[in-house]
C-alpha cells in the first residue's frame, strides 16, 4: 500500500518562506510523477507543481519564480520551498502521486500567510 506523509507547513507573514515535504512508501518512488496541490476555502483544488522522475518541473503561473519543487529518490521524499509567499497562497497543500491507476494522497498540511 502507498503511504504520503506530509510535513512543514504553518503560519508565516507576507514574504516569507516555507517548505513542505512528503515522504513516501510503498511504491518504487523514481518512477513516479509526483505533485502538489492545494484548496483554499470555498475554492476547488487546483494542482500547482509536478515534478517527474528526471527532474522535470512544471508549475501553476501564479507561484513560478517563488515556489521551487524537488525530490530525493533515496530517501524518497518530495519538497514544496515555498518564497516570497502571499496571502492569496493560503490553502491547505496535499501531495499527490498515481499508482497503476489509483491516486493517493497525503494527509494535507495547512499554509497560511498573513497580510
Known amino acids: 500500500q502507498v503511504h504520503l506523509r506530509q510535513s512543514g507547513g504553518g503560519l508565516v507573514q507576507t514574504g516569507g518562506s516555507l517548505r513542505l515535504s512528503c515522504s513516501a512508501s510503498?511504491?518504487?518512488?523514481?518512477?513516479?510523477?509526483l505533485h502538489w496541490y492545494r484548496q483554499s476555502p470555498g475554492n476547488e483544488r487546483e494542482w500547482v507543481s509536478s515534478?517527474?522522475?528526471?527532474?522535470?518541473?512544471k508549475y501553476i503561473d501564479s507561484v513560478k519564480g517563488r515556489f521551487t519543487i524537488s525530490r530525493n529518490n533515496v530517501r524518497n521524499t518530495l519538497h514544496l520551498q515555498m518564497d516570497s509567499l502571499k496571502p492569496e497562497d493560503t490553502a491547505v497543500y496535499s501531495c499527490?502521486?498515481?499508482?497503476?491507476?489509483?491516486?493517493?494522497w497525503g494527509q494535507g498540511t495547512q499554509v497560511t500567510v498573513s497580510s
Open positions: 499527490k502521486v498515481d499508482r497503476a491507476g489509483v491516486t493517493f
Open positions: 510503498g511504491l518504487n518512488f523514481r518512477l513516479h510523477t
Open positions: 515534478i517527474q522522475g528526471d527532474g522535470t518541473a
